[in-house]
C-alpha cells in the first residue's frame, strides 16, 4: 500500500537538499506527485511511499526536525456519491484519470488510488461534492 504525504517547506528549509538526503541517507523510495517550491518563499510537495520501508518513521522526524510541516494524507479527497449528478464537469479538470465517465452507465467513477491531490475537482464540482481531510 502506497502512504501520500504533504510536505509544507517554510523559505529557509528551501536552501537544503532535504528531498536528496531522504532517498540518500534514509534510503527512501517516493514518487514526487506534485510541487510547487520556490527558492526562498517555500511552498508544498506531495509525496508517495510504498509504506513496507523500514525507515520511513525516521525519514518524516528528519524531515520535521529541518522544519518542514508533514501531513499525512488519510482518505484523500472525499467525493459525496449520493449527490453526484454524473454531469463530468470535474472529469475534464482531472489531470491523473482519478475521475472517469464510461460506457455502458455514463456515471462517475472515482479511483482514489489514482489521485494526486491537486485539489482542482474541489472547485471544478458545481455542487461543491468533494472534500479533502488531512491527518497529522
Ligand atoms: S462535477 Fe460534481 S456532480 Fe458533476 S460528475 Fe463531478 S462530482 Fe458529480
Ligand atoms: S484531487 Fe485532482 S487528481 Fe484527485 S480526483 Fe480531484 S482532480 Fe483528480
Known amino acids: 500500500m502506497e502512504l501520500k504525504y504533504i510536505l509544507t ?3 529557509e528549509s528551501t536552501f537544503k537538499s532535504l528531498i536528496y ?3 540518500k541517507e534514509y534510503n527512501i523510495r517516493l514518487s514526487i506527485l506534485r ?3 520556490e527558492i526562498g518563499k517555500g511552498g508544498q510537495l506531495i509525496m508517495a ?3 513496507e520501508q ?3 518513521g525516521e ?3 528528519f524531515l520535521k526536525s529541518n522544519g518542514v510541516s508533514v501531513s499525512s494524507m488519510s482518505d484523500k479527497v472525499f467525493h459525496d456519491s449520493s449527490r453526484c449528478v454524473h454531469c463530468g464537469s470535474c ?3 482531472c489531470p491523473s484519470g482519478a475521475l472517469t465517465i464510461a460506457a455502458p452507465d455514463w456515471k462517475l467513477n472515482f479511483n482514489p488510488d489514482k489521485c494526486i491531490v491537486c485539489k482542482l475537482c474541489l472547485k471544478s ?3 461543491g461534492l468533494f472534500s479533502m481531510e488531512l491527518i497529522n
Open 9 to 11: 517547506f517554510p523559505p
Open 21 to 23: 538526503d531522504l532517498v
Open 35 to 37: 510541487a510547487e517550491i
Open 49 to 51: 511511499i510504498e509504506n
Open 54 to 56: 523500514d525507515n520511513i
Open 59 to 61: 525519514a518524516i522526524e
Open 91 to 93: 472529469v475534464s479538470s
Open 125 to 127: 464540482c458545481p455542487m
